[in-house]
């Protein structure tokens, strides 16, 4: 088995983080395409077919490996970055939208973490990145990630992006945690992971919430998220296609005129 590479890494910023990658001399990690952003010049840049785990894998296997990436929402490639010089060398990538980088010690996390589909940021170079099936039909179907998802393996460091404020929580053995279903970035393999109908007829027709809950039970560590993409995204639509809501009709509308908006 392949040892992943040991990394030093710097998260910066607040609401839009980069993560900078700190590489020894013919040490690499991998990046999700799109997500590069600086990095010195004795850094070299190679672009692969697949999951960039660096295992032995023949053209099967690696048409496998990159149809796994394609499932989960992520590109049929992936960017290696090795440092080819002499001393420590600095690699950045960006987070994709407001939210938090998380980073995750696999060899302290029982070397597997499953995530939402497109989590994945960077890692250490042998870290595997392949796809989780749902094993119950309703989790599948109603647990707002599908029936695939996305799970980091390996001994190293990975990093994922969230939305929003990201919280961790370590639940105890039986312990359970009822969360929107878009809500959930990742958990350990030992977390149970389910949906439940929301009950009452009010709750799931003027609620707001949707007609599942996410269910999560220990013992492991989950992580969670405060805005999901697609509420960000929904949001958005709404405001730019929709009529603009006011507080008042004719402050809001002399608002509208002022802002050089006199719909």
């Known amino acids: 088995m392949l040892k992943n590479h040991e990394i030093d890494y ?58 796994k990436r394609l499932i ?51 890692a250490a170079r042998g870290v595997n990145v392949g796809i989780e099936f749902q094993r119950r039909l309703g989790t599948g179907i109603f647990g707002g990630e599908g029936f695939i998802m996305q799970k980091l393996e390996g001994d190293g460091l990975a990093f994922v992006h969230a939305g929003g404020l990201v919280i961790e929580r370590e639940l105890q053995p039986g312990e359970v945690l009822k969360v929107d279903t878009g809500c959930v970035v990742a958990y350990t393999q030992q977390v149970d992971f389910d949906v439940e109908f929301i009950r009452g007829i009010r709750n799931m027709v003027f609620g707001g919430e ?36 006011e507080e008042g009709s004719i402050l809001g509308g002399l608002g509208n005129l002022l802002d050089g908006d006199g719909r």
């Open 210 to 245: 949707g007609l599942f809950f996410a269910v999560l039970r220990g013992p492991g560590k989950v992580w969670l998220q405060s805005l999901p993409i697609s509420r960000l995204a929904s949001r958005v639509l709404a405001y730019g296609t929709g009529a603009r809501k």
């Open 10 to 67: 710097r998260i910066h910023g607040e609401e839009m983080q980069i993560v900078e990658i700190e590489l020894d001399p013919q040490e690499s990690c991998v990046a999700e395409s799109g997500s590069f952003m600086m990095m010195n010049q004795e850094i070299k840049m190679e672009t692969l077919f697949g999951d960039g785990s660096g295992q032995q894998q023949g053209f099967l296997g690696k048409l496998m490996s990159a149809g």
């Open 72 to 122: 989960t929402g992520e590109s049929l490639f992936i960017t290696a970055f090795t440092n080819m010089g002499q001393g420590k060398k600095s690699v950045s990538f960006a987070a994709p939208y407001p939210g938090k980088i998380i980073p995750m010690n696999l060899s302290l996390l029982g070397g597997k973490v499953i995530c939402q589909k497109d989590a994945f940021l960077c």
